[in-house]
């Protein structure tokens, strides 16, 4: 049963411009989200995290909102450049057993010239 | 530094073989982690081990699947007979500390595993 759910599997933004990728999730014990992106052929690289206790944590061009009520967070990349092409992957995890992330399927983003 | 390593890279099986792969996790990581990714999906656990203990197996998908570290070190994911429905990316992590909280996870470039 997927908890993590990202339900765009691809997203086309040009340079400079804004990219908003969305995520959703149905445990309510989760209470920790992070954004991983990941390149072909590498593996996922930590981007940014949010704790439940904040609703917004901002670093550098990438900003990440959580919306707990409707159990929704959002990754923003302003302005948005060729190198940030990748997938991103979504991922959850509750205090109770920290280190086991469940991760949603992933969104493509291309950055176009 | 060096980062987290996984050998094969590549591995293709004929169905009913057995496979092992390898992970070299970041130097004085305490804690290590399995993940299958299958085509198209996000990672999903397998397991995780604090220093040389298997504290949780809870995902690992049947008793074919075996996973050690035995030295705290070096892991090995092993998986025996396998079945076309094993072919999927391995990724190994592993991060510094014993409490996780929010520690982070550092990813390996993954073994892609081809069942035949």
């Known amino acids: 049963d997927q908890q993590v759910k990202q339900n765009s599997p691809s997203l086309s933004v040009q340079e400079g411009r804004i990219s908003i990728l969305n995520c959703d999730y149905t445990?309510?014990?989760?209470?920790?989200f992070l954004w991983y992106k990941k390149y072909p052929a590498e593996g996922p690289t930590f981007l940014i995290s949010?704790?439940?206790?904040?609703d917004k944590n901002e670093d550098g061009r990438f900003t990440v909102f959580l919306n707990k009520s409707a159990k929704h967070l959002s990754l923003h990349i302003v302005p948005s450049q060729p190198g940030d092409s990748a997938v991103y992957f979504c991922a959850a995890s509750a205090r109770s057993n920290d280190y086991k992330l469940s991760f949603g399927a992933g969104t493509t983003v291309t950055v176009r010239a | 530094g060096a980062g987290v390593s996984q050998s094969p890279r590549y591995k293709v099986a004929k169905r009913g073989q057995d496979v092992a792969l390898r992970c070299d996790p970041i130097s004085g990581h305490v804690s290590l982690f399995w993940y299958q990714q299958a085509l198209g999906q996000g990672p999903e656990f397998l397991t995780y081990f604090q220093n040389e203990a298997q504290l949780d197996k809870s995902g690992l998908p049947s008793d074919r699947f075996f996973a050690e570290r035995p030295e705290g070190s070096v892991s090995t994911l092993k998986i025996q007979r396998t079945q076309q429905e094993d072919s999927a990316v391995y990724l190994c992590a592993s991060s510094k500390i014993i409490n996780l909280g929010t520690d982070t996870q550092y990813f390996g470039p993954g073994t892609r595993l081809t069942v035949l």
């Open positions: 949010i704790s439940s206790i904040k």
């Open positions: 445990n309510s014990m989760f209470d920790y």
